[in-house]
């Protein structure tokens, strides 16, 4: 093999095989050359902005989905036994951190919750495993502006009768959602900042 093709695949193998700090800023790195614009948009939230993060490029993203669910598996409390979030968004984040629980040796289940109940079988709001009454689920988000998203799926959980203490989204628009949270009784973390990802977005040029 030449040596070209053993850098190529030494580069794409990266989400595997590095450490959690590289793996961390390989993701920025990521999140900044396909999911970050500059413009005129309007939010989900319908505020208007002057950027905008399409955080699907990242999390469906072969290497990208790889990294955030080892990244997002690392940020769990060890008591975690499901980990859930909002269709569409979420959907790959948690599907991801599923499955390298499994290649850990930690299965966690993924729940994934439906905006509007399903029309027809059991008409439920909430698609993935039956898990016992009380047992622990970690909401999961890509971006987080108002925090509203997540809580309509926290809602959800908790009408279930799961315990939800915990919401953990890959980036944080600093525009409210932590303090909403915080409000609500829930823990929040992000695993970037707005800021850094502007900052790190114009060092790439």
């Known amino acids: 093999m030449s040596n070209k093709a053993e850098d190529s695949i030494q580069q794409n193998l990266w989400a595997s095989t590095a450490d959690l700090h590289t793996l961390r800023n390989k993701l920025l790195d990521l999140f900044c050359q396909l999911a970050y614009q500059e413009g005129d948009f309007v939010l989900s939230s319908g505020q208007s902005s002057c950027y905008y993060i399409n955080g699907k490029q990242v999390t469906l993203h072969p290497q990208g989905a790889l990294a955030i669910g080892r990244f997002l598996l690392s940020l769990l409390p060890t008591d975690t036994q499901a980990v859930a979030g909002l269709t569409l968004g979420a959907d790959p984040i948690v599907s991801a951190v ?13 729940l994934i919750i439906r905006k509007e109940a399903k029309g027809h079988g059991t008409k439920a709001y909430i698609e993935g495993p039956n898990l016992p009454v009380g047992a622990k689920v970690v909401v999961l988000e890509d971006v987080v502006t108002t925090g509203q998203s997540a809580m309509k799926a926290v809602v959800r959980l908790r009408d279930a009768g799961y315990t939800v203490n915990s919401v953990i989204s890959l980036i944080d628009r600093q525009q409210g959602g932590e303090e ?12 970037f900042k707005i800021e850094e990802l502007q900052q790190r977005y114009r060092q790439l040029g």
């Open 180 to 191: 909403f949270y915080q409000s609500q009784g829930l823990n929040f973390e992000a695993v």
């Open 98 to 110: 599923s499955v390298v629980s499994a290649w850990e040796n930690r299965p966690i289940p993924a």
